[in-house]
């Protein structure tokens, strides 16, 4: 399978916003700006090799949450490359898979050093295999915004109250919140796709549980089901 050079990345890209990028050769530059984990991926001139390596970071326990995404993974990424974007401050592992309609569809994978020095509020909230992931593997996993169809980077991640711009969240649930309801002030958003839904995470609810918006609807479901269907949005269109 051919590989993904500069030409293909920029029609991949080519309905994202305005976005300058490179490809980092492998070259001592390369190798100081990335994790050490990620220089196989750089270093190779052979995609099957690059797509290797990257997928060998991933934590199984998180890929078994997501079972349609990670069949995608298994039979539709086509190459995966060391880029800087000009929108982000270090450069990122982009996964690049073919979607429905045979057209590229590019995640863009953080280095987990960006992850933050402190934690998201509520972020104790999501699963243990979404933490190891965003804290080991990629501290962010989204497509064209930074923000869809994916794990939003900790280090960009809101409140859903910072987010719609609404009071401070609340850091105690009301005395008189039902089980199985939702707060708008107790959550913390972890993905979306543009301004047409939203993942999200409370510690009002167990952990494994997400709630997810739909205008005009709040429901509260399973986190791995919820994530791997917003993933597969950007496959399925």
């Known amino acids: 399978m051919a590989g993904i050079d500069t030409a293909a990345l920029a029609q991949a890209f080519s309905d994202w916003a305005p976005n300058q990028f490179a490809i980092l050769e492998p070259s001592e530059y390369t190798r100081h700006r990335i994790p ?19 997928m060998a970071l991933w934590n ?4 078994a ?27 990122t592992l982009d996964y690049v898979l073919i979607d429905d ?21 509520f972020f104790e909230a999501l699963p243990p295999q979404a933490d190891t992931f965003l804290r080991t593997v990629h501290a962010g996993f989204t497509t064209w915004d930074g923000e869809s169809c994916g794990l939003i980077a900790p280090a960009r991640m809101q409140t859903y109250a910072a987010y719609v711009g609404w009071p401070e969240p609340l850091s105690a649930p009301p005395a008189d ?4 309801s939702v707060h708008p002030l107790r959550m913390l958003r ?9 993942l999200l995470v409370s510690p009002d609810h167990p ?9 005009p609807d709040f429901d509260i479901t399973l986190f791995g089901h919820a994530l791997d269907e917003l993933m597969m949005l950007a496959l399925e269109g």
């Open 190 to 198: 972890i993905g979306g796709r543009e301004t047409y839904s939203d």
């Open 36 to 54: 050490d984990a990620w220089w196989p991926t750089a270093a190779s001139p052979d995609p099957d090799e690059r797509r290797s390596a990257a």
């Open 177 to 180: 919140l039902e089980p199985d």
């Open 65 to 91: 949450m997501i079972p349609r995404f990670a069949q995608a993974l298994r039979e539709r990424l086509v190459d995966v490359r060391v880029v800087q974007h000009s929108w982000l401050p270090a450069p």
């Open 101 to 121: 309609e045979g057209r590229h569809a590019v995640w863009l994978g953080e280095d987990p050093a960006t992850f933050g020095d402190t934690d998201p509020t």
């Open 207 to 215: 952990q494994g549980f997400a709630v997810t918006y739909f205008e």
């Open 60 to 63: 199984t326990d998180f890929l």
